[in-house]
């Protein structure tokens, strides 16, 4: 039997001291480790270490031209990898621990891996909320590079079962934490010249960066880009996804939001009209309905308007993106 070469034993590790100890040696060690934040599960690597750092795009499939979000466990640890101005001061203290990433002037004395950053004069940086998250932080000690546990392009993961699902094999370890209550990525904000721009709408409503700014934040002009992650195709299922459906044809599954029910089947994103919990199960029904539509030989499924108020930005984001036409292969 042939061996892949760069097939690991990925252990699932406990969220106990011990486990949470023996992530914090194998990111020592250079190894790649999937953990539990508020949002999703992120693959951590050691951000000063070029090859851990690499590691994490080898495991993805990730283009390294994207830059990586950098982990630290306060507003302390932040400071010493970037500058921070009047805005982001403001915003980390409100919103840190949270699911809040800023893109700020990387210190060039910091010590993160040039790899990490895509070689950008700015670093991405977040304080994650969840407590394994941050105790994983602190028994580490350093910075780390994570972006989402998943394989490039793919939908990202809210279990430890789905980063099994995308990673198994490729990756040291994932300390399980059970499901992650926010469900979708961080908010990433970057500066235009001291200017608030939000670069991914994420956890954090929009609307509470401005309130707590007192001004409005911009949105990116979409020329070049800045955040790669804003690539149109990512979230990628099997399926196609057919948005903002009155209701499922017949050929299609139904992905729906609210109490008004299909004959259909399908899956419930909130039948109250939760935001929040559409988007703590978004990724996850994602991957369901895909099976489901994969099993039962459905083509499309048709997914129910979401509001685009609060949390609702982020899931149209990240719906969007699913059902976006995708490069070949
Ligand atoms: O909630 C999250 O943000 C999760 C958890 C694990 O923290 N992480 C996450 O990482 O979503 P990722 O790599 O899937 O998305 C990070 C996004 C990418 O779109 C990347 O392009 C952008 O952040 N980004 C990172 N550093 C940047 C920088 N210096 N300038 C612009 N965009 C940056
Ligand atoms: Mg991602």
Request: charged share 20%; net charge positive; glycine share 12%.
């Amino acid at each position: 039997m042939t061996q892949d070469p760069h097939s690991k034993n990925t252990v699932i590790l406990s969220d106990s001291p011990r486990g949470l100890r023996a992530a914090a040696a194998l990111l020592h060690a250079g190894e790649q480790v999937a953990f539990p934040t508020e949002t999703v599960y992120g693959l951590g690597a050691d951000a000063r270490n070029p090859r851990a750092v690499a590691g994490i795009f080898a495991a993805k499939g990730r283009p390294a031209f994207n830059p990586l979000i950098v982990h630290v466990p306060d507003v302390e640890a932040a400071r010493a990898l970037a500058e921070f101005g009047d805005d982001a001061r403001i915003l980390a203290a409100t919103f840190w621990p949270g699911p809040l990433t800023l893109v700020l002037p990387r210190r060039p004395a910091a010590g993160l891996a040039d790899l990490a950053t895509a070689g950008l004069e700015t670093v991405g940086i977040r304080v994650p909320a969840h407590p394994l998250a941050r105790r994983l932080l602190i028994a580490f000690g350093g910075p780390v590079a994570a972006p989402s546990a998943n394989p490039s392009g793919r939908v990202s993961p809210t279990s430890a079962a789905h980063v099994l699902e995308g990673l198994r094999g490729r990756i040291a370890g994932v300390v399980d934490g059970g499901t992650c209550p926010v469900g979708v990525e961080s908010t990433i904000v970057g500066f235009d010249g001291g200017r608030p721009i939000l670069l991914r709408p994420g956890g954090i409503p929009v609307a509470a960066l401005s309130e707590a700014l007192g001004r409005e934040i911009g949105r990116p002009v979409t020329t070049g880009i800045i955040a790669p992650g804003q690539m149109t195709s990512h979230y990628a299922p099997r399926a196609q996804l057919r948005l903002e459906a009155s209701g499922p044809g017949p050929d299609e599954l139904w992905l729906g939001f609210g109490p008004v029910e299909s004959l259909r089947p399908g899956l419930n994103l909130s039948p109250s009209g939760d935001l929040a919990e559409a988007a703590a199960n978004l990724f996850a029904h994602l991957r369901e309905i895909d099976a489901m539509a994969t099993k039962s030989g459905v083509k499309c499924v048709a997914v129910a308007a979401i509001p685009g108020k609060g949390l609702g930005e982020a899931i149209n984001d990240r719906l969007r993106r699913a059902a976006a036409p995708r490069p070949a292969g």
